[in-house]
């Protein structure tokens, strides 16, 4: 796509049945993403190259999407290229953070399906998605590029030390990794997926706490989310890590936005906000822990 506007990229694809339609669609943090109309129906267009320092593997995520179709969790891949992929267009109503707060027994169950029935469908080498690992690699490349947020570090790497410590052992499953509340769509019957840049094999407290923390979840729902999922009231020491996983999550995401704003741009995304606002949420979700668990982060 390089040196080209979208629409100039959309008519290169070989994909299309006659004559063809586009307009922009709006929200995406990283890529940017068109709906195209032909002869055929509608389509998803999403553009985005490898992002090395998100460790995103394009080729990885196309093998996960088609996996998720498969699996009967996400719309069909009908086309990839060299930093592209196209999607069947799915009607559905995507969800903002009030529709996972309020359903929250819905996207357990939804996600214990998905992790129990997505590992039949992968293929390829085994990517291993450990979220205090990406925090560890994103303080090396934050430091490396004398970012402005090279000053907390020492104390984001220490968080996150205290945050890994306090996880469990659990089942390896193959999981989402990045349920912002607008990866969920609601097509009125079911809840479909989409986005699996950071799909791969991790402990089931990520997706969980994931979509807890990107979606402001109360803490009632929080617990839930889990119970539903794991279809029992959990353990005291297995709600001490999904809690502590939540702040990882928030972390994660707060630091991922640092290290976009070094190296992407996208319409309408200030990623220093985006920094900020997680920032807020990581604090309060601090707090919430050392209330609930008596003891202090650092």
């Not at 195209?36 to 998803?44: F, I, L, N, W």
């Not at 052992?169 to 609601?186: K, S, T, W, Y």
């Not at 704003?261 to 707090?287: I, K, T, W």
Request: with cysteine; charged share 20%.
């Amino acid at each position: 796509m390089a040196g080209k506007s979208g629409r100039e990229a959309i008519a290169d694809l070989p994909c299309w049945r006659g004559a063809w339609q586009a307009e922009p669609l709006t929200g995406g943090l990283s890529n940017e993403i068109w709906k195209v109309t032909d002869a055929a129906g509608a389509h998803v267009v999403r553009f985005g190259a490898d992002y090395p320092w998100h460790h995103v593997d394009r080729a990885r995520e196309a093998m996960a999407a088609r996996a998720a179709h498969a699996a009967g969790f996400a719309p069909a891949v009908e086309h990839t290229g060299p930093g592209v992929m196209v999607t069947a267009f799915v009607e559905a109503r995507t969800w903002g953070p009030d529709d996972v707060a309020a359903d929250p027994m819905r996207v357990g169950r939804l996600l214990a399906r998905f992790h129990r029935e997505m590992p039949a469908h992968v293929s390829g080498p085994g990517y291993m998605f450990w979220v205090f690992h990406v925090v560890r690699d994103y303080a090396r490349t934050l430091a490396e590029a004398r970012s402005p947020h090279a000053r907390d570090l020492p104390r984001y790497l220490a968080l996150n030390a205290a945050l890994e410590d306090r996880q469990v052992p659990l089942p390896i499953v193959f999981g989402h990794h990045d349920l912002l509340p607008a990866n969920f769509l609601d097509d009125g019957e079911r809840l479909w997926l989409i986005d699996y840049e950071y799909a791969g094999f991790s402990t089931p407290l990520f997706d969980l706490a994931g979509a807890v923390a990107n979606a402001g979840m109360p803490p009632e729902a929080a617990r839930e989310l889990i119970g539903a999922y794991l279809d029992r009231t959990p353990p005291p020491e297995l709600l001490r890590a999904f809690d502590a996983m939540q702040c990882a999550a928030l972390l994660r995401e707060a630091m991922w936005a640092m290290v976009s704003a070094l190296f992407m741009s996208a319409p309408g995304v200030d990623y220093d906000d985006y920094a900020r606002q997680n920032l807020a949420a990581l604090e309060e979700a601090v707090q919430g822990y050392s209330a609930a668990h008596r003891e202090s982060l650092p």
